[in-house]
């Protein structure tokens, strides 16, 4: 099934950092922000890093992120996927990522999980010219990866 992905970007003049992840989650999508299933440790791995509270509400994910001078956006703008399966994406339409790096001071970019790392390599690195780190993934699909692994691995964009 087609998918669009829905809502963009969050970015401020102040982000220094975007982290990508590929296309949002049903869940995510339902509740029109980023990283919407409970199950997901994307928010609980970032408030670690930071040392800050995990958010909890749609408004106070924005403001942590922003307050953390980060960027959040996804690789994918529409693609064929079934339910939120990464494994499934295909035909994949990029979101105008060149153009928010343009736009704004952010100076490295993250990738979470492989799916979002290939698609960037293959759609995105040749317009942004800036290769992206990857990350492990913080969907409850990277099993093999507990909390406290993911928080080690994440440290890295505290540099």
């Known amino acids: 099934m087609r998918v669009e992905h829905g809502f963009g970007p969050v970015w401020d003049e102040r982000s220094r950092i975007l982290i990508l992840g590929s296309m949002p989650s049903v869940k995510s999508r339902e509740q029109n922000f980023y990283y919407g299933h409970p199950q997901n440790r994307f928010?609980?791995?970032l408030a670690a890093v930071t040392g800050q509270a995990v958010?909890?509400?749609?408004?106070?994910?924005?403001?942590?992120?922003?307050g953390q001078r980060i960027a959040l956006w996804d690789v994918v703008a529409s693609c064929e996927i079934e339910g939120s399966s990464d494994?499934?994406?295909?035909?994949?339409q990029a979101n105008d990522v060149a153009w928010l790096l343009r736009e704004s001071g952010i100076a490295r970019v993250f990738v979470n999980g492989g799916k979002a790392a290939?698609?960037?390599d293959k759609l995105l690195l040749e317009k942004t010219k800036v290769a992206a780190v990857r990350l492990p993934s913080t969907s409850p699909a990277n099993a093999a990866w507990s909390l406290e692994r993911l928080i080690g691995a994440w440290e890295?964009?505290?540099e």
Do not use: H, M, N
Request: proline fraction near 4%; aromatic fraction near 12%.
């Open 87 to 92: 494994s499934s994406i295909r035909d994949a």
């Open 118 to 120: 290939q698609l960037y």
């Open 43 to 45: 928010w609980k791995v």
């Open 55 to 66: 958010p909890g509400t749609v408004e106070e994910k924005r403001a942590f992120l922003l």
């Open 156 to 158: 890295v964009i505290r």
